[in-house]
């Protein structure tokens, strides 16, 4: 960490607004100060803004270039492709399967993001209500869930769900549930994305539930106690009290499920073995299939371009919030 | 009767946390059990992992299918290279975040608020949809296959990140602390090293865990930026287990436990360590 004699790490300098006011005569140093106060933020924000410009900027722009361009496996050679204007899109909007693949990552996000938040607050609820040791084994256990690697998940639930020797079908057949013996779930795309569903909101619930729980833990217990008097349940109570206070929090929770769950890729890549079925696209698995596997580098651009696209509308209303609570502070 | 009416809420309020209690330990059952599946298989024998009942607890215990997994091809050349990726992730990814946050919470500058927007709105361009470009720069700039190119590409998705949690710890230390330590003589470089170094320490060990978690369970960018099976990193090679002629459970399951024991152990461990307050104990009131 460099301190030049102008303070270039800046923060000391503050307390030099101080000398300012004290010692008049000293004018001369307090410019240099100032100088160096006007330039400090700027060689600290440089690098990461240099970083963040060339490896998302940069990519970001050449997306937006190559959507628009005929790009092949032989213009990856050539390293340019023609210009084609909106031709990729053209295609992509009369494309039947664009339409499916887009409504069925809708549902699938709408699925997912639901039953992660409505589990996720019923379970961080359930750690208010606990004696300690029970909260300690449920949150270690949860930060267990959390610290789990997605690929490593995927695995254990490919393995859970095999049909041959798999525990899950096992226990649904002990318990009377009907005949699952042998019953491959991923014949049929709705048991598919079930399984699915279950790999990605159990993989999602720690880190909502221990969000809520310390949000939670922070509403004050008088304004509880005082509803409670009033004659409120819990659910009134959650939903006078808790909920309006703790919103904020909700909306970040609930965009940032939406950014994760619009684009997953790994768990239904990695589950149908790097081969998924078109049943099974999602918007990022088409995207990469027509890049990676057709070659078809200014098609899949252009799939990616909506994904960005639709994902900013989404996540408009918390950039927004986000940004403000940057800008006040 | 006033006597009684207390004693009877307080069983009753005994029944319900009970009730509640039980609900938690069934919740930490089924929220648990896939790790435990994981564990219990990789310690048993093949018959026993392929049997038509399972079995519960791995007996006979063994440790064939970690000798099995280790023994892989390439393993260890994986595991080098993750281990390189997440230390040079974690490392620079720190510094350059840091310097940021100390931009970001300690002045006000010209361009401040386009800083802001620029790292939050980062955070929402999906990594998914960047591969395309981001395989066809990297292929220009001649770093695929290369562990620089897989560092520098995580660098960038994880610092958005690190600068907005790190402002936020930055700003949580009293200016007033870092004041009192200039009033009492201590030089600039002094107030930095022994006021506010030591109380960003949490938010720091927070973050590098976060950069951490990022870079040692990332796939995709692995997967195909880098082609070469001895150029890999853990989480690829995880996948190598499943071939045509079906999947090796146990080994698997070994394999996968080997991959995520770094990441859980840490964070166990240093998880409550996070929750402990900013300057708790340093300014009371």
């Not at chain 2, 700003?171 to 506010?196: C, H, K, N, W």
Request: aromatic letters at 14%; hydrophobic letters at 55%; a positive charge.
């Amino acid at each position: 960490m460099s301190t030049g004699p102008g303070g270039e790490t800046g923060f000391p300098a503050l307390t030099a607004a101080a000398a300012e006011a004290a010692i008049p005569r000293r004018r001369r140093r307090v410019t240099r100060h100032a100088v160096a106060r006007t330039l400090a933020p700027y060689a600290l924000i440089a690098p990461t803004a240099l970083a963040i410009g060339a490896v998302l900027g940069y990519p970001l722009y050449l997306l937006g270039r190559l959507s628009l361009q005929q790009f092949g496996l032989a213009e990856l050679i050539l390293q340019e492709g023609p210009w084609i204007g909106f031709d990729n899109y053209t295609r992509l909007f009369h494309d039947r399967q664009f339409w499916t693949v887009l409504l069925r990552t809708f549902v699938f996000t709408f699925v997912n993001v639901g039953l992660t938040m409505v589990l996720g607050t019923l379970i961080a609820l359930l750690l208010t209500r606990l004696g300690s040791f029970m909260r300690l084994l449920l949150t270690t256990g949860l930060v267990l869930v959390w610290a789990t690697p997605v690929v490593v998940a995927v695995n254990i639930f490919r393995w859970m769900v095999d049909f041959e020797f798999g525990v899950l079908n096992w226990t649904l057949t002990e318990l009377h549930l009907g005949d699952f013996l042998n019953k491959d779930w991923f014949a049929d795309p709705t048991t598919g994305f079930a399984v699915i569903t279950a790999l990605i909101v159990w993989g999602a619930i720690p880190f909502v539930t221990i969000m809520l729980y310390a949000g939670f833990s922070q509403v004050p217990e008088e304004l509880v106690e005082a509803a409670s008097i009033d004659g409120a349940n819990g659910w009134r109570v959650f939903r006078d009290i808790t909920f309006p206070l703790l919103k904020p929090l909700f909306v970040i929770l609930i965009t940032l499920s939406i950014i994760w769950d619009f684009q997953v890729f790994n768990q239904i890549w990695l589950i149908r073995d790097g081969e998924p079925e078109e049943d099974y696209w999602l918007m990022s698995v088409y995207s990469f299939v027509e890049a990676f596997r057709l070659g078809e580098y200014g098609f899949g651009a252009a799939i990616a371009v909506v994904m960005v696209g639709v994902m900013f509308a989404a996540t408009f209303v918390y950039i927004r919030q986000m940004i403000r609570i940057g800008e006040t502070r | 009767m006033s006597a009684i009416l207390p004693r009877r809420r307080s069983r009753r309020r005994i029944a319900g946390r009970v009730g509640w209690n039980a609900l938690g330990l069934l919740v930490f059952a089924v929220m648990v059990f896939p790790v435990y599946w994981m564990i219990s298989t990789s310690f048993k024998t093949g018959q026993n992992i392929l049997r038509d009942t399972p079995q519960w607890f791995p007996s006979p215990a063994t440790l064939a299918n970690y000798r099995d997994a280790m023994d892989r091809p390439y393993f260890w050349d994986n595991v080098k290279n993750s281990v390189i990726i997440v230390c040079c992730v974690v490392g620079i990814s720190l510094v350059l975040a840091f310097l940021a946050a100390l931009a970001l919470a300690k002045f006000s500058f010209y361009g401040r608020g386009a800083f802001i927007v620029l790292i939050i709105a980062v955070q929402m361009v999906p990594l998914n949809a960047l591969i395309i470009p981001l395989y066809i720069s990297l292929s220009r700039a001649d770093q695929l296959n290369k562990l620089s190119g897989v560092i520098v590409t995580y660098l960038t998705f994880v610092l958005p990140f690190t600068v907005w949690t790190l402002r936020g710890f930055v700003m949580g230390v009293p200016r007033e602390l870092e004041e009192a330590a200039m009033v009492d003589g201590s030089t600039r470089l002094g107030a930095f090293t022994r006021i506010l170094l030591p109380l960003v320490a949490p938010g720091l060990v927070a973050t590098s865990i976060f950069a951490f978690i990022q870079a040692w369970n990332e796939f995709l960018i692995a997967y195909v930026f880098l082609n070469d099976q001895e150029k890999q990193t853990l989480t690829v090679w995880l996948a190598s287990f499943t071939t045509s002629r079906g999947t090796d459970w146990g080994p698997l399951m070994a394999g996968a436990t080997l991959t995520a024991l770094p990441v859980v152990v840490f964070f166990v461990l240093v998880h409550r360590k996070i929750a402990f307050g900013l300057t708790a104990g340093a300014v009371r009131g």
